[in-house]
T-cell receptor
Framework: AQRVTQPEKLLSVFKGAPVELKCNYSYSGSPELFWYVQYSRQRLQLLLRHISRESIKGFTADLNKGETSFHLKKPFAQEEDSAMYYCALSAQGAQKLVFGQGTRLTINP | GAVVSQHPSWVICKSGTSVKIECRSLDFQATTMFWYRQFPKQSLMLMATSNEGSKATYEQGVEKDKFLINHASLTLSTLTVTSAHPEDSSFYIC????????????FGNGTRLTVT
């Protein structure tokens, strides 16, 4: 079974501080991992996916198969990063997504 | 701009009535669309996979007779909540993608359903 766990429901950091949103997954096959973000009053949107290995809005995430993790990181948080973040998993070549519970990130000025 | 449009954004209905929610892909054809449900402060739970021209695939525990899905064209899927009850009140979100071999990258803006 596929499962995604985001252990922190809420995370609050100060502007300029580093931020890390944790994501662990459980899947016996080869997963594809994603981070989605939902800003206030906006729709869910893709932030990044592990296969593209991009840095979007300063965020990066590395897939660690040994630890089955896909933590999202940003070295210097900005106030506009305040949002709800969801980690998600799919099997390779499949469209179905399994979402984590989400982490609400608040960046304090 | 938005590539997946969902309508209505919110709806209030009385118990026992049915409500239809539409999901449209605006500038691409989507052979597959997905319907999610999100309870307050909880994650998105996949309800069903909507397949153009064929029956939807429902996730375990989702009543297919209660949540009717019709994917009549390559740009439109509809979710009808039949004989709605207060416990059906929730946020319903659809998604679609251009690539049938990859997860959908575009989500609708969601529909807030309140059943009184």
């Amino acid at each position: 079974a596929q499962r995604v766990t985001q252990p922190e429901k809420l995370l609050s950091v100060f502007k300029g501080a580093p931020v890390e949103l944790k994501c662990n997954y459980s899947y016996s096959g080869s997963p594809e991992l994603f981070w989605y973000v939902q800003y206030s009053r906006q729709r869910l949107q893709l932030l990044l996916r592990h296969i593209s290995r991009e840095s979007i809005k300063g965020f990066t995430a590395d897939l660690n198969k040994g630890e089955t993790s896909f933590h999202l990181k940003k070295p210097f948080a900005q106030e506009e990063d305040s949002a709800m973040y969801y980690c998600a998993l799919s099997a390779q070549g499949a469209q179905k997504l399994v979402f984590g519970q989400g982490t609400r990130l608040t960046i304090n000025p | 701009g938005a590539v997946v449009s969902q309508h209505p954004s919110w709806v209030i209905c009385k118990s026992g009535t049915s409500v239809k929610i539409e999901c449209r892909s605006l500038d691409f054809q989507a052979t597959t669309m997905f319907w999610y449900r999100q309870f307050p402060k909880q994650s998105l739970m996949l309800m069903a996979t909507s397949n153009e021209g064929s029956k939807a695939t429902y996730e375990q525990g989702v009543e297919k007779d209660k949540f009717l899905i019709n994917h009549a064209s390559l740009t439109l899927s509809t979710l009808t909540v039949t004989s709605a009850h207060p416990e059906d009140s929730s946020f319903y979100i659809c998604s679609a993608g251009r690539d049938p071999n990859n997860p959908p990258l575009h989500f609708g803006n969601g529909t807030r359903l309140t059943v009184t």
